[in-house]
């Protein structure tokens, strides 16, 4: 089954495009959703956060502070590095496990830090999901759950602009509206399907 690699920075559109190609009945595997799943209360990987970054990184309840998490790596790049080296290898396996259970002419991987992590050798093609800095911005803060800071500090850290286009087999420019991206989603679909059937 051949794997297209989705990516592109914060708020450019990787869930938008994701949902797009899951409407055409493309099976999608998300890595910030198994991120998530990992980390429910009682598996490994929480437990080696708490290890890691002591216990009041969880509340009351055992769950994961996530956004102290986050705050904590975005201005500590050890602490970054250190989760990561939790996180990555258990996702790496989850994503494995789920692409061995699709059937499917390709399917498409969303992982936002697919360049960063050097991930590309997973995946066959690299889909990115491109948009200006000032865009990227104003949806995120759009979407409402991130101050200027923090999107700027994430932004900060993600690969540039530049270095993900040039990683990119296929570009999708998300600067129009939701109609335009259908267009290029639904293109790529066909090119996608026939370039598997090859
Ligand atoms: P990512 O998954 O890359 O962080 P999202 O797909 O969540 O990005 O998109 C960021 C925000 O921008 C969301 O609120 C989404 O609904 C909105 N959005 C995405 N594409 C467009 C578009 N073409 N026009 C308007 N809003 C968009």
Request: net charge negative; glycine share 6%.
């Amino acid at each position: 089954m051949l794997r297209i690699g989705l990516t592109g920075g914060i708020g450019s559109g990787k869930t938008t495009v994701a949902d797009a190609f899951a409407n055409h009945g493309v099976p999608v595997i998300d890595a910030d959703i198994i991120a998530h799943e990992l980390v429910e209360p009682g598996l490994p990987a929480l437990e080696s956060i708490v290890k890691a970054f002591g216990d009041n990184i969880l509340d009351k309840k055992g769950h994961l502070k996530r956004n102290k998490l986050r705050e904590l790596i975005l201005v500590d790049e050890g602490k970054r590095r250190k989760l990561e080296s939790i996180l990555h290898p258990a996702i790496h396996n989850e994503i494995e496990t789920r692409i061995n259970q699709i059937h499917a002419a390709y399917c498409i991987l969303v992982i936002p830090l697919l360049i960063e992590t050097r991930l590309t050798d997973m995946v066959d093609k690299v889909l990115v999901v491109d948009v200006s800095k000032n865009t990227q911005i104003e949806r995120v803060k759009n979407r409402g759950k991130l101050s200027e800071d923090e999107i700027q500090s994430i932004i900060g850290i993600q690969c540039s602009r530049e270095e993900r286009l040039k990683a990119a087999n296929e570009i999708v420019t998300n600067e129009g509206t939701l109609e335009d991206l259908a267009i290029q989603i639904a293109h790529l679909h066909q090119k996608f399907q026939q370039f598997a059937s090859t």
